[in-house]
């Protein structure tokens, strides 16, 4: 389980150097002709949300609740927003009973995106081992993302659940 608000995958961030002057900075391509210096980051919130993710699962692994997963996955991944500021008591109370569910953005594809890019050579080799994925989005008082990994076998299934860092019960899943 990670706390905090779950963050989605934002697609990096492309640019074209400039001076200060406005022209741009270029190279000598292949070709010998000049060519514009293109760069590219990942935005911070999205770097800090993996190395959250990150960090929990390195806790587990450490503490000995985790080892890398082989084969073909499944992944439960279920992630809890934010209520919002405003709303009825009788709408809240939905909200939290799962009746009422979040259809706004972010996108549950990008949410599980950046989860399972995350949790690769960290958890698992590759996320091509995921064969089924799982993705909820809920309403909470206590925004988190709780994610659950199993390994799959033919006659029998072995399950991993990440509890938050420091948890210590053994009543996971």
Not at 143 to 152: F, G, K, N, Q, W
């Amino acid at each position: 389980m990670v706390y905090g608000k779950p963050v989605s995958k934002a697609r990096a961030r492309t640019f074209v150097l400039r001076r200060k002057d406005g022209s741009l900075v270029t190279y000598r391509g292949p070709n010998g002709k000049p060519m514009p210096v293109v760069k590219s980051y990942t935005p911070s919130h999205v770097t800090d949300a993996e190395g959250s993710i990150v960090a929990v699962a390195q806790q587990v692994v450490r503490e000995g609740r985790a080892s890398i997963l082989a084969g073909a996955l499944e992944a439960e991944l279920t992630f809890f927003r934010d209520l919002p500021k405003s709303c009825s008591k009788k709408k809240r109370e939905a909200m939290l009973a799962g009746i009422e569910r979040p259809v706004t953005k972010p996108d549950w594809d990008n949410l599980g995106k950046l989860v399972t890019d995350a949790l690769e050579g960290v958890l698992y080799a590759h996320d091509a081992a995921l064969t089924d994925v799982l993705v909820r989005k809920r309403y909470s008082e206590t925004p988190r993302t709780e994610i659950v990994l199993r390994e799959v076998r033919v006659g029998q299934e072995e399950s991993l659940a990440l509890p938050a860092a420091g948890d210590r019960r053994d009543d996971h899943p």
